[in-house]
């Protein structure tokens, strides 16, 4: 077998761990959430959660990765072979393979948005809510933006991961920072803007019900991209010299920071012309093109505002492709190429119906839900929690405890005695309130 690749630095596997966590959670998902589970109290639960219980999680699936050297379904084969716990893995590959299927029809969405803001497509098209709903009923145009949107997914993974996930990463998302930062300060200076900054960091805690609570501890490794073990195959190419406690650490703060800066871009410019925070969905591609309408030089912001996201999307769908791809090669980088490619191509066309629910499919439902939100709310709302306890139970009752240990300590310095800390949350504080909105996703359904 070939020598499998490494991530070429510490920098480098850092900001694509983050590129893979940051993405439609923190962008797009966590904005519309917390306008509608009442602001600053939701972002207080929000951050709470991520520090317990979803960096956590993102260091039990570094030390899966990097105890193993294997990709996800190697990984589990090999830490505990002839168990049930290999299951673990498949159900990564098959709920990454659920997500980019619908995953990439948004990205196609934000595509055809990014290129229309380049000729005014967007804000000059007219009703904001209008030119939605002509995207995505338009079944010839949501087909090859998702068709494009997964054409450059490959050809990032076909090229490796120092040359392909890795050098994309190290361009996009320092780009991503600065675009934010220049729409954070373009939105705090708009007239009435401090209502919305109020609403966003003022916490309100007589808005939190429970249903509130339990989109927090969900959101808090959603966010983070664990469960579906993508960050076991990322990790599985991290080198003996790199602290995992820091690395992880790293993620999960660039993580809650940028989701800082999308609540400071998007709250005081809704609040400051007296727009609904509470949008949902629709937030991105219907309330915000309004709110850029009536700004001075708006193209030119919502242009920044939707490359940012592409670039968040895509480095975020980066790592689905990617555990597809390495589930199939196994560390045999020769045919990396021509599995990215086949693996790509059956992801496009399983794609096709959620891409089309929004109109020759629209009709077509299931248990009240269409093909698109069938999918999504079987991988966000089962698998995926379905995922993380599985990894969870793993990490703390079945993995090797000395391997997971010296994992842990490895190179760790002062954050190795963070370790009494994080196995008694691992054995009983993640896997208890994981089941927890587990039971709960059940009965709702």
Known sequence: MEKQQQWSSKAGFILSSAGAAIGLGAIWKFPYV??????????????????????????????????????????????????FWTATGKIGVAGCFLLLSFYSVVGGWVLIYTVRSLYGGVIDGGDPGALFGAVTTNASLTIGGHAIFMLLNIIVIAAGIQNGIERASKYMMPVLFLF?????????????????VSFFLQPDF?????????????????????????????????????????????????????????????????????????????LLFVVLPAVFAQMPFGELFLFMFLLLFLFATLTSSFSLLEIITSAFTKGQEASRKKTAL????????AGIPAALSFSVLADVQYFDRTIFDLTDYLVSNILLPLGCLLIALFIAWRMDKALVKEQFELNAGRLQSAYAIWLPLMRWVVPVTIAVVFVYTMIQL
């Open 34 to 83: 917390t306008g509608q589970s009442g602001g600053g109290a939701f972002l207080l639960l929000f951050i709470l959660f991520t520090l317990l219980i979803g960096l956590p999680m993102l260091i039990s699936e570094f030390i899966i990765g990097r105890g193993s050297g294997r990709e996800a379904v190697s990984a589990y084969q090999k830490l505990a072979p002839v168990s």
């Open 180 to 196: 934010f930062l220049v729409l954070v300060v373009r939105s705090l200076t708009l007239e009435g803007a401090m209502e919305g």
């Open 206 to 282: 007589s808005a939190i019900n429970g249903e509130a609570v339990l989109y927090a501890l969900g959101h808090s490794f959603f966010s983070l991209a664990v469960g579906f073990s993508c960050m076991v195959t990322y990790s599985s190419y991290l080198g003996k010299d790199v602290s995992i406690p820091s690395s992880a650490g790293s993620v999960a703060i660039m993580n809650i920071f940028v989701s800082i800066l999308a609540g400071l871009a998007i709250f005081p410019a809704v609040f400051a012309f007296g727009l609904e925070p509470a949008e949902g969905p629709g």
């Open 342 to 349: 086949i693996s790509g191509i059956v992801v496009f066309f």
